[in-house]
């Protein structure tokens, strides 16, 4: 796993439960958890830096028996996933075709140096989509760039702003987005949502929810049966009146120009992979 960079940024002040902003308690939690996981064979060094272990504490409220069957889960999991294979050997040929029918990227940074997220679930085409690719690959697909998030993008972003970068600022655009669609792939985003919650937890720092059409307020209570309220606090649902709000957040020249910014990257902004996990 990538380390993170020295704080050169004078002026960042951690979130609380994070390394440089624990509690007395907090600090001898996690202490507590890498000897427990030591002591019982469990501890894999490349990817259980403290960073990585205070996530899943914060996932449980620092309550250490349900963090440690957080993280034993997670790595059953990544057994039975075959992530490491993922990591090493995946290859998604049907990118290009992909995004036509599912736009899902990341691009550049916010205000706050995270990684910005975009899907538009609004240009959902599912016959075209799977007439290109499954459900499978999708979430393998997934699974490898959350693995790219934590161990490039993150440190590129932390390098760049000068301080530690542990979650993104997703941007969810539903304008035009079918209900029926929806409902077609509703297996695929539980599976997602899953796979997220539980093996990748505390990676979203904010969400805007833009074009949220009428009705969005029923798929929403659905969606949130999967999320957690922490999660849920996160998430922020707006009409077509997002752009000031998006503008507040992302600076214009990171923004992609069709949610008001002025990015307009020459090979599309969904296929630039533009950011400074890039640059280096």
């Not at 590129?156 to 539903?174: F, P, Q």
Request: net charge negative; with cysteine; hydrophobic share 35%.
């Amino acid at each position: 796993m990538a380390t993170q960079p020295q704080t050169t940024d004078t002026c960042y002040q951690p979130p609380p439960g994070r390394l440089g902003n624990l509690t007395p308690t907090q600090q001898q939690t996690l202490q507590k958890f890498k000897e427990e996981l030591e002591a019982e064979g469990h501890f894999v060094p490349e990817r259980m830096d403290d960073a990585t272990l205070l996530r899943f504490l914060r996932a449980r409220k620092f309550d250490l028996a349900k963090a440690k069957a957080m993280i034993l889960a997670t790595e059953q999991w990544r057994k039975d996933f075959g992530v490491d294979n993922i990591v090493q050997t995946f290859d998604f040929k049907e990118a290009a075709e992909v995004d036509k029918y599912y736009p899902q990227y990341y691009h550049k940074m916010d205000k706050d140096g995270r990684p910005v997220y975009v899907e538009r679930l609004g240009l959902l085409d599912v016959k075209a989509l799977y007439a290109v690719t499954t459900k499978e690959r999708q979430l393998q697909r997934l699974v490898y760039e959350y693995e790219r998030f934590i161990s490039e993008r993150l440190p590129a972003c932390a390098r760049a702003v000068g301080h530690s970068v542990e979650t993104c600022c997703s941007i969810l655009d539903l304008s035009g987005v079918s209900i029926i669609d929806f409902w077609r792939v509703k297996d695929y985003i539980n599976a997602a949502a899953d796979i997220y919650q539980n093996h990748y937890p505390e990676c979203m720092g904010k969400m805007y929810v833009i074009n949220a059409p009428w009705g969005f307020a029923s798929i929403f209570n659905f969606v949130k049966k999967w999320l957690d309220e922490v999660t849920v606090a996160k998430i922020t649902v707006m009409g077509s009146n997002y752009k000031e709000t998006l503008l507040a957040q992302i600076p214009a020249e990171n923004l992609p120009k069709e949610f008001g910014g002025s990015c307009n990257c020459v090979e599309g902004c969904s296929l630039s992979d533009a950011g400074p996990w890039k640059e280096t």
